[in-house]
């Protein structure tokens, strides 16, 4: 299969650009990467000059570009995106832009030239808050913040191309992932980065906020089993179950790096911060995945990650 994997150059998307060609020998693999201050070609370390990969710089929202690598390609998975909440308050547009035009740009592209998969890649995010329970794959969106909302309808017009031009689309949500080659800006690596440099852990509000963590190999191995055996028009989530306040994850970075509490640092809590999220994964355990790291196995491997 030839796949086209955007926002390859991220970190979910490097991630599963190395899993695909280790656990695929008959993949080809076009990474297309803008390049943004989040994406970098040392995430692609190894792989760059590998006999059955690519790397093109360029954007999605390049329709030109886009129908000329889409026109090749067996699948596409969008990972491309403007991933971090606290920059999307700060501004929206580069989200509106990326998130839901580069998207429709791909959609249309896909779209014209057929192809057998369209893998968007989405975020428990889209579900909004959740204080008790857990959310289901038929769950309303209820997005609550500027990255949120654009990744929703990026959610939303793939689904309108599967229904209207009958475009094989599939979607996944996952909750939050760690590990490997995250944009230190990201909770987890900037913690243990502070942490081993005895800076301070600036946690929002009182850390009370719930997270679902997954380790980005799991879900990886998610990823590409929903893009192959996963039905057309579905959405799956992908979760943990691994429940962790911000402040239990950060006396765990803590204890990880042999740093101590005094490091930890209140500050003003985020604006419209969701409590909790929560997924309910049946239908993807129902294809036969489940997470293999526990969360304490995932950290001790992200920490030795970023030590080195
Ligand atoms: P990331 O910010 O690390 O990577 C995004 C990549 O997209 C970067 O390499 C960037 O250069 C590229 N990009 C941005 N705009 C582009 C454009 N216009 N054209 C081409 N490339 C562009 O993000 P990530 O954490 O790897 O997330 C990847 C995807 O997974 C996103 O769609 C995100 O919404 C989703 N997601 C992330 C998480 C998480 O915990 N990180 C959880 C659920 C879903």
Not at 8 to 14: E, K, L, P, T
Not at 31 to 57: C, K, M, Q
Not at 65 to 86: G, I, Q
Not at 262 to 290: M, N
Request: proline share 4%; charged share 25%.
């Amino acid at each position: 299969m030839q796949i086209l994997v955007t926002g390859g150059a991220g970190f979910i998307g490097s991630n599963f650009v190395h899993y695909l060609l280790d656990e695929h020998k008959d993949d080809d693999i076009v990474t297309l990467d803008a390049l943004t201050y989040a994406g970098s070609r040392d995430n692609l370390d190894g792989v760059l000059d590998h006999p059955r990969h690519e790397f093109i710089e360029g954007d999605i929202r390049d329709r030109d570009l886009v129908t000329e690598l889409v026109a090749d390609a067996d699948a596409v998975v969008n990972f491309a995106a403007e991933s971090h909440v606290d920059r999307s308050i700060e501004g929206a547009e580069p989200f509106v832009s990326t998130n839901v035009q580069g998207t429709q740009t791909l959609l249309d592209a896909a779209n014209d030239e057929g192809v057998e998969r369209f893998l968007q890649i989405s975020t428990d995010e889209v579900y909004g808050q959740v204080l008790d329970g857990k959310f289901s794959e038929e769950d309303p969106l209820n997005p609550r913040n500027p990255y949120a909302a654009t990744k929703a309808g990026a959610d939303l017009l793939a689904q309108s191309y599967e229904t209207t031009h009958d475009l094989p689309v599939v979607i996944t949500r996952t909750c939050n992932n760690f590990g490997p080659r995250q944009h230190p800006e990201k909770l987890i690596p900037k913690f243990i980065q502070n942490a081993a440099n005895g800076d301070p852990l600036p946690v929002y509000g009182d850390g009370s906020n719930v997270r679902e963590w997954i380790y980005v190999e799991d879900n990886c191995r998610a990823l590409d089993l929903v893009l192959r055996e996963g039905d057309v028009g579905e959405v799956y989530n992908i979760g943990s179950h691994a429940e962790k306040t911000n402040l239990e994850v950060t006396e765990a970075i803590l204890d990880a790096v042999g740093a101590s509490e005094d490091l930890i640092e209140f500050v003003e809590d985020r604006a419209g911060h969701d409590q909790r999220y929560a997924l309910d994964t049946s239908k993807i355990e129902a294809l036969g995945w489940e997470p293999t790291y526990t969360f304490q196995e995932a950290l001790d491997r992200t920490v030795d990650y970023y030590r080195e």
